[in-house]
């Protein structure tokens, strides 16, 4: 069996759960790349490229992010791309729609509105669950771009050609859900109570959410001919 080859862009400054998560969650050739250090392919041969979160805002003024939103805009016309929370905020902007800060975080096991029938939601419920944490959005989309999901504090995911972005967090497990969220500067009483709800119920839910990982591989590997057995 081949597999395809994809671009892992780790914008996590090295969080140490990042890379864990998507290696277990990718079933792929991963080529990975520390984004955050400024670390990002020298070509565009890959059959696919994965954005990863990260504690950073698209908007600020650094040459490592402005060196990935232009790797991004360039690649979304030659390959299929998937961000991820940060990787989704980064491929809007390269695609030239438009970020802006939230007024609070969005944190927690949350419920997601999937709006229409798409090959990444393949399998997914109308409502579906995945852990959220960002205090960015995504305001505006880019243009020629279709709104897949939305909840309460706005977009969830969106598509344009090949690529799609995601705001929610469909790679975290448990044990990334729980120290991301002790980790924020945040009332102990809101702490505590997202902890709370990182319990088996949700948990089982939201791994129901992670089916989007394999609908991406398959989208690639059946653009590509790879995930197929080898003649």
Known sequence: MSRPRIALLDASHGADHTRRNFRRELDADLAEFD???????????YDAAVVTGSKSSVYWDEPWIDALVAWVGEAADRMPVLGVCYGHQVLAEALGGRVEAMDDVELGYREIRRLTEDPLFAGLDATFVAFETHSDRVVDLPPGATLLAENDRGVQAFRRGDCWGVQFHPEYDRSSAETVTRGKDLPEARIDSVVAGI?????????????????????????????????
């Open 35 to 45: 984004a955050s250090a400024g670390e990002l392919p020298t070509d565009f041969d």
């Open 199 to 231: 319990d088996d119920d949700t948990y089982a839910a939201a791994c129901r959410t992670k089916r989007l990982f394999d609908n991406f591989v398959a989208y690639v590997g059946q653009r590509t001919g790879t995930g197929t057995p080898d003649a």
